[in-house]
């Protein structure tokens, strides 16, 4: 296999297809200050998806959905992430306007991405005014909109990442290196973006900036995710404004386009797109499918964690109950101060990705080493659990057994599980983008079809763990122990496939795009 790979490698790749010539040909390389303000985008967008992961889900159940149907709320985010990144991706490399190809895009994703927020937060307030309850009862209006609210929420995200990636391309012109350079400040803003959401989501007072979020419909704890919404939108619309008023476009003329879908009926039009989708599936060599296979168990070990870390610290971790108490609140605060831990971990690890992978001997070791170092911080959740358990005392608050905070001990194994998670994090956003590249060098489709190809393998399981992870817990009491140890399966297997199956790639080529810190 290492053979058939060096010899794909030693071709030239076949040409791209026709109607992509004229967008591919050699533009004028930007300052790199442009390239710059495009890449900071990426901390308004990461803000808020920083949010979601540490606060929404706790948020769903105080709207009333219980845990067990919590999960189902995630099925947004895969959906959207299959659908709309491709075809947004696929429409704005074609895209006339005068504003340019990826501009319109990224100023449509900007705004609705307001739109949602403001729906997120004002779910409960809105479902109180329309005739819904105050109290822990369900309340099923306020459910509609935040479910509303949040389904345009990943999709407005989702057409954001896509054209903001493209777009440093753009700018970069015909110039790798530049392309490697617009790829880390990307990655590094996105850090920083984390950083930040997560220590907005910790901090437990910062609704006192705006008062007024704090109703009888919303309490502290939905007061501070409002506030924490409307600086996320503050910080991405700034950003953006500045970026897309700063930096221009020129027009794309797609000559080729023109002549070749001339008297072309617009059904056929319509299906130009997934014609090519499923070309692409079709072309696929099999490291390519290796790859997918790997990636596919990689992320299904990922998402359980992803989905329900804040959860298991207040629940497992903490000894709380939703809605009893201030302790399970403490715990998902702790949870955020872990996954700020995770994100700086996380962007230290991306800079020397590098240099870890010629210690290792190649990425596929790498990769490999990494999703087994997954497999047992996920075990190490039981172990945690086990010893909070083990060692939780409780105490009588007005008649009531209330769990007193865990020991320091317990606490900081959990803050070690988030923050050593960070290295293998690093590595997933970067590694398998880089070798979708190049496994896809010896295929007829473009870069950006290959990489939505390789997106499948990763909302996929996020699908599977979105429907199937809220009954399975069920089944074990409600918990989310039973998720993370299936994830630790996963990623063992993963990480025994990535170094028995997964070909090796030159490690010069591979070196140099892993460098470039490509995320998802």
């Not at 409600?478 to 199956?501: C, R």
Request: glycine share 10%; hydrophobic share 50%; with cysteine.
């Amino acid at each position: 296999m290492s053979m058939s790979m060096s010899m794909r490698n030693d071709k030239l790749p076949p040409p791209p297809p026709l109607e992509l010539h004229s967008q591919l040909s050699e533009s004028p390389q930007r300052p790199i200050w442009q390239i710059i303000m495009v890449a900071a985008i990426a901390a308004g967008v990461q803000f808020g998806w920083a949010l979601q992961l540490s606060l929404l889900t706790p948020y769903v159940q105080l709207l009333g959905i219980p845990h067990t149907w919590a999960s189902f709320i995630w099925l947004c985010g895969p959906i959207s992430g299959m659908i709309v990144q491709p075809v947004v991706g696929y429409y704005s490399d074609r895209c006339t306007s005068r504003f340019g190809r990826r501009r319109p895009f990224i100023a449509g994703g900007s705004i609705l991405v307001a739109v949602a927020v403001f729906l997120i937060g004002y779910a409960a307030d809105i479902g109180v005014a329309t005739g819904d309850k105050v109290g822990n009862s369900p309340k099923p209006r306020a459910i509609s909109i935040f479910v509303t609210g949040f389904w345009i929420l990943d999709v407005a995200n989702n057409m954001l990442q896509g054209p903001c990636r493209a777009l440093l391309a753009d700018l970069s012109g015909s110039n790798s290196g530049r392309i490697r350079t617009g790829n880390s400040l990307f990655a590094f803003f996105m850090a920083v973006g984390n950083v930040l959401g997560y220590a907005a989501g910790s901090y437990t007072h910062l609704y006192r900036m705006f008062p007024f979020t704090k109703t009888h419909a919303c309490d502290v704890y939905c007061a501070n995710l409002k506030t924490c919404f409307f600086i996320s939108i503050a910080l991405l619309m700034a950003i953006t404004v500045l970026a897309l008023t700063t930096v221009t476009e020129d027009v794309f003329k797609p000559e080729n386009v023109e002549k070749e879908e001339e008297g072309t009926a617009p059904a056929r039009k319509s299906l130009v797109f997934f014609g090519e989708m499923i070309g692409a599936l079709k072309e696929l060599s099999r490291p390519m499918w290796i790859l997918l296979l790997v990636t596919f168990l990689n992320w299904f070990a990922w998402f359980p964690f992803l989905l329900f870390d804040t959860d298991w610290m207040g629940r497992e971790v903490y000894g709380g109950k939703l809605g009893e108490g201030a302790m399970y609140n403490r715990g998902v605060r702790a949870g955020a101060l872990g996954l700020m831990l995770n994100s700086i971990v996380s962007g230290a690890a991306s800079l020397g990705i590098e240099r870890l992978a010629r210690i290792c001997g190649g990425v596929k070791r790498l990769w490999g080493g990494v999703n087994l170092l997954l497999a047992v911080c996920l075990a190490m959740t039981v172990l945690v659990t086990k010893m909070a358990d083990s060692s939780r005392h409780h105490t009588m608050v007005n008649g009531t057994t209330t769990p007193l905070p865990p020991s320091a001990g317990v606490k900081g194994g959990a803050l070690a599980v988030f923050a050593v998670l960070g290295i293998p994090l690093s590595v997933t956003f970067s590694i398998p983008c880089a070798l979708a590249s190049i496994f896809s060098n010896d295929s007829g489709v473009g870069q950006g079809l290959s990489l939505g190809v390789l997106n499948l393998a990763i909302v996929m399981p996020q699908m599977i763990v979105s429907i199937l992870s809220g009954p399975w817990d069920a089944i074990f009491g409600g918990g989310n122990l039973p998720a993370f140890v299936v994830g630790a399966i996963a990623a063992a297997i993963s990480g025994i496939l990535a170094f028995t199956l997964l070909p090796s790639p030159p490690p010069d080529v591979v070196l140099a795009k892993v460098s470039g810190g490509t995320m998802h």
